[in-house]
């Protein structure tokens, strides 16, 4: 591959633009540089989570090829007509989510974003994923995007929700769950 990066301080986007991989230059507040930011910042959160405790080695596993998936998407974003997420990527997070809910027991009830630290890290994970998943709904209205990153990214939140769930259980925790009302005085109940 080289050394693409051996010059980082190019000065090139002093002017508010940024290079796409194909040669174009776009502002950088383009609909796709805000896709990128997203699934940067969720490969970024995806390392805070990694880089603590209390995430088994077989969920950092999981975890890293996701990093590398996450750049992947990113790849196809930088480069508009690239395809580098395939229904195999998508298959293999549908595995790891079964794998980890076959452990834990039915939700009956919504929870919060909570509980052990990772837990909450894949939370806010989730919730990035999410975000980026919008942007990327957003994009596509008026850019042809590849067919696999819209579903690549909604079942990436699916997982990273069930992993929270793991997470809390695997610290030997709970889920949190929602009490509608709570804030309510004794005897009334939230409209």
């Excluded at 590398?68 to 229904?87: N, Q, R, S, T």
């Excluded at 259980?169 to 004794?186: I, M």
Aim: charged content about 20%.
């Amino acid at each position: 591959m080289g050394y693409r990066l051996s010059k980082i301080t190019t000065r090139t986007g002093d002017g508010g633009t940024t290079g796409l991989g194909d040669g174009r230059r776009v502002a950088k507040d383009d609909a796709r540089i805000h896709a990128l930011g997203d699934v940067d910042e969720l490969n970024s959160q995806i390392g805070v989570l990694l880089a603590g405790e209390g995430v088994p080695d077989e969920v950092r596993g999981w975890l890293l090829t996701i990093q590398h998936d996450l750049f992947d998407c990113g790849g196809e974003l930088a480069v508009p007509g690239h395809v580098a997420i395939k229904p195999v990527h998508i298959a293999r997070l549908e595995a790891i989510t079964a794998q980890m809910n076959a452990d834990l027991a039915p939700l009956k009830e919504f929870i919060l974003p909570g509980g052990s630290l990772a837990a909450a890290q894949t939370h806010v994970a989730r919730a990035v994923a999410r975000r980026a998943e919008r942007t990327l709904v957003s994009l596509a209205t008026f850019e042809t995007l590849s067919p696999n990153l819209q579903p690549y990214l909604n079942r990436l939140s699916d997982t990273l929700f069930v992993m929270a769930r793991y997470l809390n259980r695997h610290a030997g925790g709970s889920d949190v769950l929602w009490q509608p009302g709570r804030d309510a005085a004794p005897g009334e109940t939230a409209p």
